[in-house]
């Protein structure tokens, strides 16, 4: 398992990623079981999943070494229909993303 932090600005309500990787170097293959994306604004804590089950591999299922993967709306933890961004505002608001993959 792989877990990475990021600091950006809200996202809103994330449906969908697309996840990718060069082929570069030899066995530079993986099998992705899916991707769980956490993050919490405020008192409000959201977790969304992303299943993937496949290869992002060129020798192996499709050949495919990019996915776009959906959110899996059973896994919607939270108000799942908030949106972050409100307004005009000129002060983003930052969140932290905790994004692991389960591999």
Same mark, same amino acid.
């Not at 993967?69 to 409100?86: D, E, I, P, V």
């Given at each position: ?49 992303? &299943? ?39 002060? &983003? ?11």
């Amino acid at each position: 398992m792989d877990i990475f932090c990021i600091k950006a600005v809200s996202l809103g309500v994330l449906e969908k990623v697309l996840i990718s990787h060069d082929g570069a170097g030899p066995g530079s293959g993986w099998f992705l079981d899916k991707i769980v994306i956490k993050h919490k604004e405020g008192e409000e804590a959201h977790e969304v999943v992303f &299943p993937c089950n496949r290869w992002l591999d060129e020798y192996q299922d499709d050949g495919k070494t990019e996915r776009e993967l959906t959110a899996n709306s059973k896994y919607f933890h939270g108000s799942s229909k908030k949106t972050f961004l409100k307004g005009k505002s000129c002060f &983003p608001t930052i969140v932290f993303y905790t994004i692991v993959f389960a591999v």
